[in-house]
């Protein structure tokens, strides 16, 4: 294996395994963050509308 081809093949190995715990965080950490936070923001609009109607 030439030089080349192995430091290709660690830059590859290194772009791969920060994709792969970017993946790992967002699926474990953004989405339900983001999901959590949208439907409380939905619930407190919901009986702010209901309380202004009544």
């Known amino acids: 294996m030439e030089f080349s ?3 290709g093949y ?5 772009i791969f395994t ?3 715990w970017l993946m790992i965080f967002l ?6 963050y983001w ?3 949208n439907l409380l923001e ?7 509308a ?5």
Do not use: C, T, Y
């Open 5 to 7: 081809h192995f430091i």
């Open 10 to 14: 660690i830059v590859f190995m290194i």
């Open 18 to 20: 920060m994709g792969f």
């Open 27 to 32: 699926a474990a950490f953004v989405v339900p």
């Open 35 to 37: 999901l959590i936070g």
């Open 42 to 48: 939905d619930r407190k609009l919901k009986r702010a």
């Open 50 to 54: 209901k309380k202004q109607k009544a």
